[in-house]
């Protein structure tokens, strides 16, 4: 019904940066919150920071100053800028919406992107 692509992951050195993005596609009428979670080995997945509509931003307390997370209502994508990256950032990062699909404009759904992988080391 609803896909998402994230993309922008890779290597890089600790104090270097990063851009996310989330390409979402397919049966959407309305995209409410937009949010990255990230996840590492053994641990579960957690909440990195959300966006709403309106482009109201919430941040987990650790990233707050350095990531900064955006959307192109227009063009349904979701972006996050990581920047100041310290190892301990180092996880599968995934894109997450709330979605009012086309189909079953009564209730919203929740999707989630196959995730990218940000490594951060020397």
């Known amino acids: 019904q609803v896909q998402l692509v994230e993309s922008g992951g890779g290597l890089v050195q600790p104090g270097g940066s990063l851009r996310l993005s989330c390409a979402a596609s397919g049966n959407i009428f309305n995209i409410h919150t937009m949010s990255w979670y990230r996840q590492t080995p053994g641990k579960q997945r957690e909440f990195v920071a959300h966006i709403t509509r309106s482009h109201d931003a919430y941040y987990t307390d650790s990233v707050k100053g350095r990531f900064t997370i955006s959307r192109d209502n227009a063009i349904n994508m979701g972006y996050l800028e990581m920047n100041s990256l310290k190892p301990e950032d180092t996880a599968v990062y995934y894109c997450?919406?709330?979605?009012?699909?086309?189909?079953?404009?009564?209730?919203?759904?929740?999707?989630w992107g196959q995730g990218t992988q940000v490594t951060v080391s020397s």
């Open positions: 997450n919406v709330e979605v009012q699909t086309k189909s079953e404009r009564g209730r919203v759904q929740d999707f």
